[in-house]
């Protein structure tokens, strides 16, 4: 057993494997106030819910009160392990700033109110405009944060209830494009791949993907691959030079906006090269025709221009991926973010698919998310689909819903896709939606152009409920608010990337007045008097156990089909992934075997659509092209970006995220130790664009955009010449402002700088290409900026001194043999 | 033989589409997906436009290879005019005149296309057929997209 500091070693000690070997376990613990597990009163399980990794650990009880956590060593996903968000991030829950009591705005301040009051206004205003308007004037806004039993509920009470077809999710801004990319190859959402690929595979390849921090223990197990015997080869593209690139056999770091033109060569050199597995293709694709054809122009010359990539690293990198026996590719925001975002992420899928690499140990596709639970709002209908993966193009599936709901179908829309939150904002700001109930998440600071979407959000014809466990920036601007509990204070359960459900446990009361979000939705639904078409109530269930029980019923026969799991089933061993049921009733590893798929015309959920534009494909249309259910080869030209450097703005700047943070920091903010890590946004830029302008390490800048301006300290980094980098995390509620730059300042959220532009085809709004000026406020005088220097913002000038934690971050790690369990 | 006729008539339609897309872009600058996807379709019609030019010189034609366009003043004009008023007003139903006309536009071309693809084919053509072979599928997604964005816009415009 070792202590280790667990900021300044994010990934902890090495435990090397070889291939096809078992990932040893180790099990990392952190309980506070130098508590040890003898004083601990009870454990209750769950998983972590800062980031989609899904890592099992347990709760540490002592007097009802959280305490520490321990990560789960029988578990698939994590074998004991935990990162730095997991370890420390619990102690959010414990601060004394959350809300405890529901608020309601009185003469244009938010004052206290008991529950009745609150409800009845937020029911109150949705009938009266339900009167007035009818569906289309409501819309929900989720997250990626809440169980899978209120994801169900919700989209019960938007789809089937009221009938709204404006339901979405910050997922959007997150998980979208990893569900488009899966529809589009494989007609439906579903993830190919299962981290255990990582123990096989001879090759991995990281597309736009900061594995090491977005999902740190996954990384973990890379990095003991990297140690062990027949480590595999790493390809990396990414901008910036992040500890994934550090270890990558080879770096690609191209031109934001290019990620197509790049892949497209990369797709280009294998096929030309015959690196394909003509028999696979033969036997269980369409589209290759066109696929070889289209790509016939875009050459690793053309690309290296296009990209400025060396082209003999193009070379090199398709190579590597032409030859490599046991292909594991994954994809993350770069692609997801950035221009062209399905196009990008579908041709990751087109080289796995063409190479035959699918449904074998190894031979996997991690379309990754970046939140918990991510990946139940796109199961379970809260997120722009209906529940079950169900196909709005299809009425037979339609009809099938509306029987589970015991419903009427006309009263599901489906007249087109759900609407997106970014066409949402478009509609609030045009004033036919005048109803917005915001679960678990912070458009006030996520979302790009926070101008415009504050101004949207503070309008007064728009009715703003804001059901949270902080006020957030966003909760600020509500009408009501509406105090959350949150992970560790209800039960529920909640899917990872690789489909492993994991329950997560109630190990102690909500502060004050605070409720359950479900508890909350089912008030809402009774309040709104929604009925099924018997006069029933429509939501049926009372607690968690029996949403997830109606869920059951409505997953069953659909590929993500839960009927096998149990609560019961649950607790006490590892999480489990589905398909569940009674033909795998242990769950199912690996999908897509034997070129077996759900593209379907009759059991899909997506025909598709256009790569360009956007525009779905009509059901004539793809049964014509895809009748027996084959994966899709989808070609997409490269179209260059919409906002390009200028002479005014020079730069292109890209948001993301770093280790230490999740999303708004809501969270990760209040946690003491991740918070001393990385305190204050920086801004990133390349060591020859700093030398050239005389700036240096630490030097006070002003980022504009023709949007907004933010100030930050510069650290010089390793990201390509031309880029910037600022993280997007830090928003304005630990400031005095508030919840909004003040009159003329600078701002301090990165958002204040992207712009509205979204990908047609997934509506994920683009966050890596908007041209932007950068200037000095003042020089550094010694002081340097707040970046950490264990991560992709690791300073290549200049002596920092190094991100550590000290004694508050030591936590114990145990590496076993498995005789623990 | 007609070919002729037919490629100038295609040109004509092109260039016009150029200027429906580009103006309607303009015009609906607060709504980024359509202010963005028509720029990026219009680029395919430019393409073809030039694509026509060229071919139209082994035909006798001297067809000018470049779309006529709005100036780029009066263009950000409308731009910063559509920001206003689309911010405010009821543009929903503008909107949909808008995709509706759009529709009929790239309808139109499009089946242009598929007359001179024939003609190039009984003619044995082949240049020509390629062109058409490559133009045609564009101009349908364009139809496509206007449909499909239709059939997004028109309940929230009409139901609300
Ligand atoms: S930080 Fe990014 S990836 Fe993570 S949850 Fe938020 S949007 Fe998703």
Not at chain 1, 185 to 190: I, Q, S, V, Y
């Amino acid at each position: 057993m070792g202590r280790i500091d667990r900021i300044a070693e994010p990934w902890g000690s090495r435990t090397p494997y070889g291939p096809g070997e078992t990932w040893p376990t180790r099990v990392d613990s952190y309980l506070a106030d130098g508590l040890t597990e003898d004083d601990v009163d009870r454990w209750v399980q769950s998983a972590t819910i800062l980031h989609s990794n899904g890592d099992a650990l347990d709760i540490a009880v002592k007097d009802e009160r959280i305490v520490g956590v321990r990560g789960r060593e029988v578990d698939r996903v994590n074998h004991g392990r935990l990162g730095p968000k997991d370890l420390f991030g619990w102690q959010a829950n414990h601060s004394p700033d959350r809300l405890t009591k529901p608020l309601i705005r009185r003469k244009g301040k938010l004052v206290e109110t008991d529950w009745d009051t609150a409800m009845d206004a937020v029911a109150g205003r949705a009938k009266e405009l339900l009167e007035e308007q009818g569906p289309s004037a409501i819309s929900f806004y989720t997250t990626g944060q809440l169980f899978l039993e209120e994801y169900y509920t919700l989209g019960l009470i938007a789809h089937g209830g009221i009938g709204t077809n404006h339901v979405d999710g910050n997922t959007r801004l997150c998980t979208a494009t990893a569900a488009a990319a899966l529809k589009e190859t494989f007609a439906c959402d579903g993830q190919p791949g299962s981290y255990t690929d990582i123990d096989h595979a001879d090759v991995i390849a990281l597309y736009g993907h900061n594995m090491a921090e977005t999902q740190t223990v996954l990384w973990t197990r890379v990095l003991d691959r990297l140690a062990g015997p027949n480590p595999p080869k790493v390809i990396c593209v990414d901008p910036r030079e992040t500890p994934v690139a550090r270890a990558a056999t080879v770096h690609l770091a191209p031109r934001p906006g290019t990620n197509v033109m790049l892949m497209n060569a990369l797709i280009h050199e294998i096929i030309e090269n015959g690196w394909i597995d003509r028999e696979y293709v033969e036997a269980h694709t369409v589209g290759f025709a066109e696929l070889e054809k289209q790509m016939k122009g875009y050459t690793p010359e053309l690309a290296a221009e296009v990209c400025d990539v060396p082209a003999e690293q193009i070379r090199e990198a398709a190579r590597i991926l032409g030859q490599a026996e046991r292909l594991l590719s994954t994809v993350l925001q770069g692609f997801y973010q950035a221009h062209q975002a399905s196009a990008a992420a579908v041709s990751v899928n087109n080289i796995n698919v063409i190479r035959g690499m699918l449904g074998k140990p190894g031979c996997g596709i991690l379309q990754m998310n970046g939140q918990p639970t991510a990946e139940n709002t796109r199961e379970a209908g809260a997120d722009g689909d209906l529940p079950a993966f169900r196909n709005w193009e299809n009425d037979e599936h339609i009809a099938d819903l509306a029987r589970v709901w015991n419903i009427d179908p006309m009263q599901i829309p489906h007249y087109s896709p759900p609407t997106h939150i970014m066409q949402q904002l478009r509609y609030m700001e045009e004033g036919s939606i005048r109803f917005l109930y915001v679960t678990a998440t912070n458009p006030a600071v996520s979302l790009p152009e926070l101008r415009r979407i504050r101004e949207i959000l503070a309008q007064d014809r728009l009715f703003l409920v804001v059901q949270d466990i902080f006020l957030s920036e966003t909760a600020q601007l509500a009408d009501v608010v509406l105090p959350a509990a949150t992970w560790g204070e209800k039960t529920g359960t909640f899917t990872n990337v690789d489909r492993t459900v994991h329950i997560s446990d109630k190990a102690v009361e909500p502060p004050g007045e605070a409720k359950a979000d479900l508890d909350i939705l089912i008030d809402f639904a009774h309040r709104m008097g929604l009925e099924d078409k018997d006069g029933a109530p429509l939501v049926k269930w009372s607690d968690a156990e029996g949403a997830f029980e109606g869920w059951k019923e409505c997953s069953r026969g659909r590929p993500c089909d839960y009927t096998g799991m149990s609560y019961d089933k649950l607790r006490g061993g590892s999480g489990i992934q589905w398909p569940c049921n009674d033909e795998h009733p242990d769950g199912t590893e690996r999908i897509y075997e034997d070129g077996r798929f759900w593209a379907h015309p009759d059991y899909c959920e997506s025909y598709g659509r256009d790569m360009i534009t956007g525009a779905p494909v009509e059901e004539t249309e793809y049964k014509a092209m895809n009748p027996t259910g084959r994966a899709v080869l989808k070609a997409a030209e490269y179209i260059g970006p919409h906002e390009l450097p200028s002479q005014q703005y020079p730069f292109q700047l890209m948001t993301g995220r770093t280790l230490y943070h999740f999303h708004t920091r809501t969270k990760t903010g209040r946690a003491p130790q991740l918070n001393a890590a990385a305190p204050e946004v920086w801004v990133e830029m390349a060591a020859g664009d700093a030398a050239d302008r005389g700036f240096t390490e630490g030097d006070l800048l002003r980022i504009t955009t023709p949007r907004g301006r933010v100030e930050a300290r510069l650290r010089v980094s390793g990201i390509r010449p031309g880029a910037l980098f600022l993280p997007f995390h830090y928003g304005y509620w630990d400031t005095e402002d508030g919840s909004q730059p003040k009159k003329k300042r600078d701002g301090r959220a990165a958002n204040e700088l992207t712009l509205t532009d979204w990908d047609p085809v997934s509506k994920q709004p683009i966050f890596k290409t908007a041209a932007a000026a950068v200037e000095r406020i003042s020089k550094a005088k010694g002081q340097v900026s707040a970046a950490p220097t264990t991560t992709g913002s690791a300073p290549v000038t200049g002596s920092v001194p190094p991100t550590t934690g000290g004694d508050a971050a030591l936590a114990e790690e145990l590496v076993t043999t498995g005789d623990r369990r | 033989m007609k070919l002729d006729m037919a490629i100038e008539e295609l040109h004509r339609s092109e260039n016009h589409l150029v200027t429906v897309l580009t103006s309607m872009s303009d015009k609906h600058k607060a709504d980024h997906e359509v202010f963005y996807v028509t720029r990026d379709m219009a680029k395919w019609s430019r393409e073809h436009v030039a694509d026509l030019a060229r071919i139209g010189r082994d035909f006798g034609l001297d067809l000018d290879p470049e779309a006529s366009e709005d100036p780029g003043l009066l263009s950000a004009m409308k731009q910063r005019a559509s920001v206003l008023t689309g911010r405010r007003s009821a543009p929903g139903l503008l909107l949909l005149a808008d995709l509706r006309h759009l529709y009929r536009e790239a309808a139109g071309t499009s089946v242009d296309w598929e007359l001179l693809a024939q003609g190039a084919q009984g003619a044995k053509e082949q240049e020509l057929l390629d062109i058409a072979e490559r133009c045609h599928p564009e101009s349908l997604r364009i139809t496509r997209w206007a449909n499909a964005h239709l059939k997004v816009t028109s309940p929230q415009v009409l139901a609300s």
